[in-house]
């Protein structure tokens, strides 16, 4: 089992930033890619991004592509989501996510096996 609790979401202005941190616990942190989705009310849970064990690998979904960058500390188990230049579409519950590093797909929901209970950014127009 991996336990993730999100912090850091809030209410920012457009065009301001925020930065996100997912913490985990249980198995080895180092075993897993972490990815970021979001869910707008009456929307699908989408992608943002992930990061891969080593952090060597960011795929970003096109509508945050420049603006949001995620990085990982495997010392403090714990995961980033920095978002700049936020818009009022960016408004949404975001949730980190867990999977193995031996799956190779990272772009849906059912890759991940561990989720986060969600922080909420609101950016208002």
């Known amino acids: 089992q991996v336990q993730l609790v999100e912090s850091g979401g809030g209410l920012v202005q457009a065009g301001g930033s925020l930065r996100l941190s997912c913490a985990a616990s249980?198995?080895?942190?180092?075993?897993?890619?972490m990815g970021w989705f979001r869910q707008a009310p009456g929307k699908e849970r989408e992608f943002v991004g992930v990061?891969?064990?080593?952090?060597?690998?960011?795929p970003y979904a096109d509508s945050v592509k420049g603006r949001f960058t995620i990085s990982r500390d495997n010392a403090k188990n714990t995961v980033y989501l920095q978002m700049n230049n936020l818009k009022p579409e960016d408004t949404a519950v975001y949730y980190c996510?867990?999977?193995?590093?031996?799956?190779?797909?990272?772009?849906?929901?059912?890759?991940?096996?561990?989720w986060g209970q969600g922080t909420q950014v609101t950016v208002p127009s």
């Open positions: 996510a867990a999977k193995t590093r031996s799956r190779l797909t990272y772009r849906s929901r059912s890759d991940y096996a561990y």
């Open positions: 249980g198995r080895t942190f180092s075993n897993y890619d």
């Open positions: 990061i891969s064990w080593s952090g060597g690998f960011t």
